[in-house]
């Protein structure tokens, strides 16, 4: 009775498209995106939305070994990504090539699995 708050359920693409929350204090993102930019983006977006950063806090619910996964192969693609874009003097690009050859490897194998159902993350077979 005294206190109001407010549980505001938004999809996190949407956003930044004229939302605009000043008093945010707390956000949780529970929905992933498998591309790292769009996974940061999502992450900054509160802070656009009018909030002063001192006082907002973001928090990320990872519920099942897939989401695991999926923050892995984003911080390794974010990594490959950076490495070949922005080589550091005396560290070998071919190494930053071999994580992103992994991360592509790993995404194509679970797409292309023979005889998967799309259910099962496989495309099955092709017509």
């Known amino acids: 009775p005294g206190c109001r708050q407010w549980l ?8 930044g498209l004229g939302t ?21 983006a999502t992450l900054r977006r509160p802070l656009r939305l009018g909030s002063p950063a001192a006082s ?6 990872v519920a099942a070994p897939v989401e695991e996964r999926l923050l892995e192969l984003q911080a390794a693609a974010g990594q490959a990504a950076e490495g ?3 080589p550091t003097p005396g560290k070998s690009v071919s190494v930053a090539s071999e994580l992103l050859e992994d991360v592509v490897r790993a995404g ?3 797409l292309f699995r023979p005889g998967g159902s799309e259910e099962e993350g496989g495309v099955g077979r092709f017509p």
């Open 56 to 61: 907002l806090q973001v928090y990320r619910i």
């Open 20 to 40: 605009a929350l000043p008093l945010v204090t707390k956000v949780v993102v529970f929905d992933s995106e498998f591309s790292p930019t769009a996974d940061l």
């Open 108 to 110: 194509a194998a679970r």
């Open 8 to 15: 505001v359920l938004h999809e996190a693409r949407c956003l």
């Open 84 to 86: 070949v874009l922005r």
